[in-house]
């Protein structure tokens, strides 16, 4: 994924930053707790699309 990208996408709920985890095709959220998928190198950011991290779950 193009570091430009990641420099300007921000979490669609609360605007913060959001982590890159390649290995798992995500950006996470780490105060809303939501992890959105990155398919085929697109960033999918729509609440519906995210997954809620699990309780256990480091973000």
Known sequence: MDSRLLEILVCPLCKGPLL???SR???VCS????AYPVRDGIPVM???EARRLAEDETP
Not at 31 to 34: F, G, S, W
């Open 20 to 22: 890159h985890r390649p």
């Open 25 to 27: 095709h995500e950006l």
């Open 31 to 34: 105060p809303c707790r939501l």
């Open 46 to 48: 729509m609440e519906t």
